[in-house]
């Protein structure tokens, strides 16, 4: 990528020396060589010489070629070099013929410069852009969760998606200017600073130099205000993202609750604020150009008028115009640069938001390796909160102390907002104790890398995740470098396997396909299956609470006992059936643990467990 860079600048460069400096240098010392118009000037000098005298008629010349006079040094040495080659009869012919031959050849030059130089640098940008999308990626896989609950999905997306993109347009937009423009500029004043020694005449570097700032100070003003319209023009793509994400994670609940005008409403109402801030970006980016165009006119002139009442020889004057206007061009173009890369910046600092996020749960810099778990679970005097977007802090669990021998299976109850689900996200870490600390057989969570810890705990969600992919790949997602028939034995073990036959394509089916009709059931002996083959030794499981019909529920119920065996298990659970099959049951409530005991003793002397229990029968 460095190498690519440098190649990119390195071409930069001689595209700016062969605009900047060549294209001028050819009309002001080249032309006159070709016309010989040195050669005819030292005839009217011989003539002169003749009829006034030498020095009258130097005097003359003086007066009559004042700057060509300085020129012809110059040309002198070019036109010495050719009579010297080919002989002072052949050199005008060569010499027409090697201008001839220079002008497509350095055209041709500067073509192979302008577009390599192009090609490298957009290479370069897009490698470093995409470290930044894949940091991004990766770092939103290691945020903790507090960083999503608090943020909508959409709005991520867009700034991985749109912002991105962004990005890249920037890259793409100002790689073909960002190294030519600054090296022509600098080229150009090359040339302007020699033409002012070489004539002892420094008014068009002057006027050059001076008008700089001009140029500068509105630049920098429009930059700023188009970076805010441009943060502005981010974030309500962001919001319409998120629009569009709720829309269709929701179209079930749009059209029951007649929904869908009022969701347009709030996307059209989006659309317009994010139009009025593009809007205002195109004036912010598109008032930069005609203000440096306006000032180049100026300058020129200037110099128009200079140039004429100085007696300036046509040349010389063209050749100043050519190398202001090659001051002037790539001033507007490094405009353009500036406001393109202040557009760029907003949609940066929209990244940058997710990859400076703190990222919470880390690996311990010196972790313990853990083989054979048996899956002892203790708790100590764990408390837990979370953090609001306002930093608020909602208590969750409060002073939680327990023992959980292996193979144990605990139902966990208690009234909604309890702590039942903090209490089991706090397992395999997806959020760390505030204060207290929790054991996997007597090994602190923390001391374990994170991925040793989750390779342990299987977690079987209330409603089944599948990803893109076919049936097969959903399963082996549960430990990727199970055999074929360990696979199919685990859709057995979940009763899956004889409805997955029955599918079109049997395993191989794809599950996004929209002829794979799963039913949520089915969906569900999946992610049943995958929590069999990843055989993990401790089981997290959040019962369903969606209907499922009841014939299907009770066999779902029989799979997810079979899982259970052997396991230490967690259960967040919603039914009576479910809690009479644990070995223990917890009461949560308002974030402690009120109850702990068996189904018998607790409904013998706990009196909120009763009425959950009364509350599930009718
Ligand atoms: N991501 C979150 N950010 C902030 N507060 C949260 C978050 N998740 C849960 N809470 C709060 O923490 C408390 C415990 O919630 P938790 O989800 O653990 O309860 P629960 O017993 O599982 O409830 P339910 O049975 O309704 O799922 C509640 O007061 C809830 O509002």
């Not at 290479?123 to 969760?145: E, H, N, T, Y």
């Not at 006027?207 to 630049?219: A, F, G, Q, R």
């Not at 479910?578 to 009196?607: C, P, S, Y």
């Amino acid at each position: 990528m460095k190498s690519t860079f440098i190649c990119g600048v390195m071409a930069g460069i001689m595209f700016a020396i062969l605009s900047g400096f060549g294209l001028p240098f050819m009309v002001k010392t080249v032309f006159p060589v070709i016309f010989n118009k040195g050669e005819r000037i030292l005839v009217v000098e011989q003539a002169f010489a003749k009829h006034v005298g030498d020095e009258e008629a130097n005097k003359l010349l003086d007066w009559a070629f004042h700057d060509e006079m300085a020129n012809l040094k110059a040309t002198d040495k070019i036109r010495q070099y050719f009579v010297d080659q080919v002989g002072e009869k052949r050199a005008p012919k060569a010499m027409l013929i090697a201008a001839c031959i220079l002008i497509p050849l350095a055209a041709l030059l500067r073509g192979i410069a302008g577009f390599f130089n192009t090609y490298w640098i957009t290479a370069a940008g897009l490698s470093v852009l995409r470290d930044i999308q894949q940091s991004v990626f990766v770092k939103l896989q290691r945020l903790p969760l507090g960083f999503f609950s608090g943020r909508r999905t959409g709005d991520l997306i867009s700034r991985v998606i749109t912002d991105s993109n962004m990005l890249q347009g920037v890259v793409t937009t100002i790689s073909n200017d960002l190294i030519k423009q600054p090296f022509t500029l600098i080229a150009a004043l090359t040339f302007l600073i020699k033409d002012s020694l070489e004539n002892k005449d420094s008014f068009f570097l002057i006027i050059c130099l001076l008008s700089i700032p001009v140029v500068v100070v509105p630049i920098r003003f429009l930059g700023k205000q188009l970076m805010r319209k441009a943060a502005h023009m981010q974030r309500e793509s962001g919001d319409n993202s998120a629009v569009l994400a709720e829309t269709l994670g929701a179209t079930r609940e749009i059209r029951a609750f007649n929904l869908e005008e009022m969701m347009g409403q709030r996307f059209l109402n989006g659309i317009g604020r994010w139009t009025k801030f593009h809007l205002k970006v195109i004036k912010y980016r598109y008032l930069t150009p005609p203000i440096i165009e306006m000032v180049a006119a100026g300058v020129v002139a200037f110099a128009l008028g200079y140039g004429a009442s100085h007696h300036l020889s046509l040349e010389r004057f063209i050749g100043v115009v050519v190398a202001l206007y090659m001051c002037y061009d790539p001033m507007k173009k490094l405009g353009e640069i500036h406001n393109r890369l202040k557009q760029g910046e907003a949609s940066l600092d929209r990244l940058e938001m997710i990859l400076n996020a703190e990222e919470g749960v880390t690996d311990p810099p010196q972790p313990v390796s853990i083989s054979k778990v048996e899956g002892r679970v203790s708790f100590k005097d764990v408390n837990f909160s979370y953090k609001d977007q306002e930093g608020r802090e909602i208590p969750a669990l409060r002073g939680i102390s327990l023992e959980v021998p292996a193979g144990q299976v605990v139902a966990l109850v208690g009234p909604s907002g309890a702590g039942k689900t903090t209490f089991a996200s706090m397992i395999p870490r997806f959020y760390d104790p505030v204060e207290g600390s929790i054991r996997l057989d007597d090994v602190d969570l923390g001391e374990l890398r994170l991925k040793d810890l989750r390779d342990h705990i299987t977690i079987v969600p209330q409603e089944a995740v599948l990803f893109s992919g076919t049936i097969f790949e959903n399963i082996k997602l549960g430990r990727m470098n199970a055999s074929d028939e360990e696979v199919k034995e685990a859709a057995r073990q979940a009763h899956a396997h004889d409805f997955i036959m029955m599918q079109p394509h049997g395993y191989d089916t794809q599950v996004g396909e929209r002829g794979a009709q799963l039913s949520g059931g089915q969906k569900q002996r999946i992610s049943i299956a995958r929590a069999f083959l990843k055989n993990a030794p401790v089981l997290i499981l959040d019962e369903a609470t969606s209907a499922l019909d009841s014939e299907a529920e009770s066999r779902i119920q029989e799979e997810l006992a079979d899982l259970t065996r052997g396991r230490t298990t967690f259960i967040i659970a919603h039914r009576f059936s479910t809690i009479r099959i644990a070995d223990r049951i917890l009461v949560f409530e308002g974030g402690k643990i009120v109850g702990d005991g068996t189904f018998q003793e607790l409904q013998e002397k706990h009196h909120l467990f009763r009425n959950l229990l009364e509350m599930q029968r009718h």
